[in-house]
């Protein structure tokens, strides 16, 4: 929750310092979806705009930073994904997985 101390919340608020912690982001991210209802009043399709920018934001931040910050790590550090348990990484950046084991017997991944 955004819950952050008053000094905080002011200097943020203030444009004095920046976010330095995840609380203090969620912070500024609730205090911009505040904003937007107030502007735009409660509704359901103000949520559905809010849910889906959110949704959208995420999945592109996912997409274009977090899974090349992934798969920078894979070739520095190694992949836990390996033929030793039978899945290979067939796409990782749609996080497709291909099991190696057969469709018989329900152990398919």
């Given at each position: ?61 996912q997409r274009r930073v ?8 894979i070739n520095e550090n ?16 749609t996080f497709r997985i ?12």
């Amino acid at each position: 929750m955004p819950y952050i101390k008053k000094d905080d919340a002011f200097a943020i608020d203030s444009g004095n310092r920046h976010e330095k912690t995840a609380g203090e982001l969620n912070y500024s991210i609730t205090k911009l979806l505040i904003r937007y209802v107030k502007n735009h009043g409660l509704s359901y399709q103000t949520i559905n705009d809010i849910v889906g920018a959110c949704e959208g934001a995420k999945a592109e931040f996912q997409r274009r930073v977090v899974a090349n910050y992934e798969d920078k790590k894979i070739n520095e550090n190694g992949d836990v994904y390996d033929n030793r348990v039978g899945i290979t990484v067939v796409d990782t950046r749609t996080f497709r997985i291909w099991s190696d084991k057969s469709i018989e017997g329900g152990n398919n991944v």
